[in-house]
């Protein structure tokens, strides 16, 4: 036992040490075996190699052979200690957190997490556990979730939960091998989208989607430029930061009230590209005193993409949300889309959808919101997809024509985008939309809900607009109706009184004036009538 007590008293403090010989070279022989102590044999190494090592791991190197190689053996196999040790400690440090309510989770995130990390509302909520359309806080009181959209069928729904851990038991892997649930999923995809948009790239995020898309204009037109909207959000990549300007602020950073957000003037430092926000051709706010009309919104658009080709700019492509969501929750005038995607294809560009927050349904009606009538019948080059795809679990894609699926060259796979897991979660969420209505679900409360809220502006001139379609719904709070001077102080106010009264919704857009409502699609006319009961209250008490 004396080699033992000797390298025992040279070991790292916290350092197993084995207690008799055998038990040492048995682990050490299996740890070698499954190369887990070092490349090579210790039986094959010459006794002069075994004396080196030891030197050089400052451990004893005297000695018979025998002792020599016991003593390598320990210190081998105490290295391949040492990962489960720092495991252990890893698990020990974080249990000692004692993260038990709201006040002790915001002080960690603040130590371990980066410090941009932002939190809803002025006194932050810890949430324990959701059901449908209701979260519920540390203490169980229960909330009634009129925001979050990405829960789409409904928070932990039942068949999209038993899906993906069914198949996490059964099968997860990535799209290099072949399984049935890739062609599945992306034929059930495709099959829902107006021709030619045919393919399906399978992504993780709306970020990635989007970031995709623009490669993929890139690659196809050989252009440089990008037209994106002054008040777009598109995502958190470097290239999505490029086209966002909304992305450069902190929307709950205090912006001080009335003073509306930039264009983004970080784009080209960001991206390598020539990046043009135009104006948001917004009906509430119109720039000038003509009538807006969707052609002579995309007249200006054209304007700015001849300013970018005299400065030696090519398109590439002009990418759009559908529905203006981080902006404020604002509809295009009738056929912008149509008209602006006219343009961008005059020009050789590419015309991108980001339908991200409101594909599958959510303004009820259709199931993609760019398939709106009003839109004018415009159909994109791609469409990007993400949010509300898995119902919470990372799910997203790219969906464009067959010519534009094969520009990107080389091989494409995906971890974890599109596999066995992602696609049964996507397909869950497919089969609760059709078995459950909704879609119709979500047309008729929000019909009911536009209507009871237009009916409450009559009673508080404070709402200055009330706008959206289906479950995608925004309320435009001004101190005065015929100014529109934007009441960004009152809107937080409500929103964080709604929170207290057990009613979730945020805010958001260019002037941080506008509340935003976008709920699962199980939101019940019962829960839409307690929604603007909330924020009738809420009102009337802050202007008391």
């Not at 400065?311 to 912008?336: C, F």
């Not at 949010?387 to 799910?395: D, E, R, S």
């Not at 979660?425 to 409360?445: R, T």
């Not at 409502?517 to 939101?523: L, V």
Request: aromatic share 6%; charged share 20%.
């Amino acid at each position: 036992m004396a080699v033992l007590r000797t390298f025992a008293s040279q070991a790292p403090r916290g350092a197993r040490c084995f207690t008799n010989a055998a038990n040492t070279a048995a682990a050490a022989a299996t740890a070698t075996q499954h190369g887990g102590i070092g490349q090579g044999s210790l039986a094959e190494m010459s006794t002069e190699s075994l004396r080196k090592e030891l030197d050089g791991r400052g451990l004893v190197s005297g000695g018979s052979r025998a002792e020599l190689l016991e003593r390598l053996m320990v210190a081998r196999s105490q290295e391949a200690e040492r990962p489960l040790q720092r495991l252990s400690r890893a698990r020990n440090k974080a249990s000692q957190l004692e993260l038990g309510n709201g006040e002790r989770i915001s002080a960690a995130r603040k130590v371990f997490l980066g410090t941009n990390y932002s939190t809803t509302y002025q006194e932050p909520l810890h949430i324990t556990r959701a059901s449908g359309q209701y979260m519920y806080d540390g203490d169980g009181r229960q909330y009634l979730d009129g925001y979050n959209n990405v829960p789409h069928v409904g928070h932990c729904h039942p068949r999209v939960a038993d899906a993906v851990g069914n198949q996490m038991k059964t099968l997860q892997t990535n799209t290099r091998y072949l399984y049935k649930h890739l062609p599945e999923y992306a034929a059930r995809l495709a099959s829902l989208f107006p021709k030619p948009l045919s393919h399906v790239f399978f992504v993780n995020s709306g970020s990635e989607a989007n970031d995709m898309a623009l490669r993929i204009a890139l690659a196809h037109t050989g252009g440089d430029t990008i037209i994106t909207h002054q008040e777009a959000y598109h995502g958190n990549t470097i290239a999505c930061q490029g086209v966002s300007p909304t992305a450069h602020y902190n929307p709950q950073s205090g912006v001080s009230e009335g003073k509306r957000r930039s264009p983004t003037e970080q784009s080209e430092r960001l991206l390598a590209l020539k990046t043009f926000a135009v104006p948001f051709p917004d009906p509430y706010r119109p720039q000038s005193s003509e009538p807006l009309t969707g052609f002579a919104a995309a007249q200006k658009v054209d304007s700015v993409m001849e300013e970018s080709a005299q400065d030696g700019g090519e398109l590439a492509a002009m990418i759009v949300e559908s529905i203006l969501g981080v902006g404020g929750q604002v509809l295009y005038p009738q056929n912008y889309l149509a008209e602006v995607a006219k343009s961008v294809r005059q020009r050789k560009g590419l015309f991108i959808l980001d339908e991200v927050q409101t594909g599958f349904g959510r303004i009820g009606s259709h199931l993609w919101a760019f398939e709106d009538p009003h839109h004018g019948g415009v159909v994109p080059d791609i469409v990007t997809l993400g949010k509300p795809m898995g119902n919470g679990f990372p799910l997203a894609a790219v969906v464009t024509t067959a010519e534009l699926a094969t520009v990107l060259k080389g091989e494409y796979f995906n971890t974890f985008g599109g596999a066995p897991v992602a696609c049964a979660a996507g397909m869950a969420v497919l089969d609760v939309l059709e078995e459950e209505h909704l879609c119709s679900n979500a047309e008729w409360v929000g019909k009911f809900m536009m209507s009871e809220l237009r009916n409450l502006s009559a009673r508080h001139p404070c709402i200055g607009d009330v706008r959206g379609s289906g479950l995608f719904l925004g309320i435009e709070m001004v101190k005065d109706p015929t100014t529109k001077e934007p009441a960004a102080a009152l809107c937080r106010a409500v929103v964080n009184r709604m929170k207290d009264q057990g009613v979730l919704v945020s805010y958001d857009g260019p002037l941080q004036n506008v509340i935003r409502i976008k709920p699962p699609m199980c939101f019940s006319h019962k829960n839409a009538e307690m929604l603007v009961d909330r924020l009738d209250d809420s009102i009337t008490r802050l202007l008391r």
